[in-house]
């Protein structure tokens, strides 16, 4: 069961990746193994991902541009890139949230529609240039942000996928991240959630409902 959830969130993000890449004008690559892009991502984003466990280290790099500045995501912690010149940027598990009905006064996030709005959320988020507008055109990813009483981004996430939906870039510029994942329930309550955590972001999650699925391992080539 863990590891087929961990399979569904490692093939989930690897899709969100390729969405991003694609609005930046990069074209990806998807197999059985792992999705990868031959030219650099934008930042914050890795190379490739794997798809599975097992899969050949001298093939994924062999699809990526591998020199100073690759990343790869190693979706299942098993690969030992340190021999290629790779070092562990960061671990982190993979979490899953069943459908469950969100508390009565959990609010929901409200989709962000317009390039403006889409602007002024990527600013209170500080990925800036990196969210381009394409990404509202997709009918696989949702923007969602949390406002103040004056209008202002407060805080938000991005749902990806068809479900089970990925939960990424979440963020809160004046609330508890639980409060932001608990709204982002509240969103699809009828819907299973999947993303990853690092350590230190992961207590949140957990509070909200979700549950450790497994490790993975970010590598960078410095």
Known sequence: MLDDA????????AEWCDIVCASHGLAGRSDADAWSVPHRSPQWYPDAVTRRPGVDAVALLARIDAGPGASVKDSFADL???????????????????????????????????????????????????FRPALLADPRVRVLARHDDSGAVTGGAVLSGDGPYGVSNLFSRTERPREIWRAVCATVPDAALVGYETTADLAPALETGFTPTGPLRVWLRA
């Open 80 to 130: 030992d890139l340190s021999g290629y010149g790779f070092r562990v940027l960061f671990d982190a598990q993979w979490i899953l949230r069943q459908p469950a009905v969100p508390p009565a006064d959990d609010v929901p996030l409200t989709p962000v529609v317009t390039t403006d709005d889409l602007a002024a959320w990527a600013a209170a988020h500080g990925g800036g240039e990196l």
């Open 6 to 13: 961990r399979v569904v969130a490692a093939r989930d993000n």
